[in-house]
């Protein structure tokens, strides 16, 4: 087994394959990073600000609004604007993070910095500056700690675990393609060791996968000046990264089943975009979420467990992945139990099928 991944290993650090991956994270990472600095700068505020003014004035002039309280924007409700957000805040504090409605690029968008900057400073959108949105550029750019960055910017995305699904999708498939397993021992004992071996190869990208995201997104966004209101202990840090981590292994390893049941690259690619990215069971767990409403209660429970449902659990950061912050059917089990749980039963789930089954199949 350990002669097998010496030689996967061997490959991928002198192949493209794996470069080329990491680049994508580099690159997507940065482009991340500076679209949330443009975003929460001062200037694109005050711009947002502007276009702001304009629909005010388009609306009064359609004779849309009511404008019997003043003059100008002033007399445009926009108590209204800032009750919407704090409506929406309120509304998604069921799901998220509370921290979270107050800091982070999710939730403060550009918006309901002006919003909020028209409600503080008293002014109408024509009579703002630059100026004027420094402290909301700065509450833009304060995350609540550096997991809850960590899971906007990546893992709850599934960026990490597309990535593994696609290594591993490519990188499995190659070796009917290549002939290379046929060039193994094949008996029963050398099968289960192939497998085995290819699944913990797949763990291992994950490891790597997850920790270079982890890596990128903290130094570029230090250099981009964002700062955290709190900090995380280094046990909370590596908890929350082994929970992308297990995250990402267990669809890596169903990405290397359907590869193997299939010996296809191609539907190996299909399912790493599909269901890798957690869209699959994003939509699924909507629907389950629709027929607990009316049909099948039950279902309700259900959804949660999803992998999907986990993976997005990880934009909760830590320690509210130990706190219990989901609210809903089995919300009295920790997240962070649900993250584990689901994932190691994936993960046996694959070991089950590949040591049971297709081992069996020719290859």
């Not at 009750?83 to 982070?104: K, L, M, P």
């Not at 009579?127 to 004027?132: G, K, N, P, R, S």
């Not at 267990?250 to 975009?273: D, E, K, P």
């Amino acid at each position: 087994m350990f002669n097998l991944l010496k030689s996967d290993l061997y490959r991928l650090v002198h192949g493209k394959m794996l470069w080329v991956m990491t680049a994508c994270v580099l690159g997507v990472s940065a482009l991340t990073v500076f679209a949330v600095a443009m975003v929460s700068s001062p200037e694109f505020l005050y711009a947002s600000s502007q276009s702001f003014e304009m629909a005010i004035d388009y609306v009064e002039d359609e004779g849309l609004g009511d404008s019997s309280g003043g003059e100008g924007s002033a007399a445009y409700p926009v108590e209204n604007v800032v009750g919407a957000a704090g409506e929406e805040s309120e509304e998604g504090a069921a799901s998220v993070n509370a921290s979270e409605a107050e800091t982070g690029f999710d939730d403060d968008d550009a918006g309901v910095a002006v919003a909020q900057t028209l409600e503080a400073t008293g002014k109408s959108a024509a009579d703002l500056t630059v100026a004027d949105f420094e402290d909301a550029s700065r509450d833009m750019r304060t995350f609540a700690s550096p997991t809850d960055m960590l899971g906007d910017a990546m893992l709850s995305g599934g960026f990490a675990s597309l990535l593994t699904c696609l290594l591993v999708a490519l990188l499995f498939a190659s070796d009917f393609a290549t002939g290379f397993a046929r060039n193994l021992v094949m008996d029963r004992r050398g099968r289960l060791c192939y497998y085995g071996e290819k699944l913990l190869l797949t763990g291992m990208a994950a490891l790597y996968f997850v920790l270079l995201a982890a890596a990128a997104c903290t130094a570029f966004f230090a250099v981009a000046g964002f700062t955290y209101a709190a900090s995380n202990s280094v046990g909370e840090v590596a908890g929350y990264l082994g929970l992308g981590w297990l995250i990402a292994w267990a669809y890596g390893c169903l990405t290397a089943v359907v590869v193997w049941m299939t010996r296809s690259g191609g539907a190996g690619v299909a399912f790493a975009i599909v269901v890798g990215t957690g869209m699959l069971g994003a939509m699924l767990g909507q629907v389950l979420l629709i027929l607990a409403g009316g049909i099948a209660p039950w279902l309700g429970a259900v959804e949660p467990w999803l992998l999907a449902s986990c993976q997005g659990a990880l934009g909760l950061g830590m320690p509210d992945l130990m706190e219990g912050a989901l609210v809903g059917p089995g919300s009295s089990i920790l997240p962070a139990v649900r993250v584990v749980v689901a994932s190691v039963f994936w993960i046996a789930a694959s070991a089950a099928i590949s040591f049971a089954w297709l081992r069996k199949r020719d290859v």
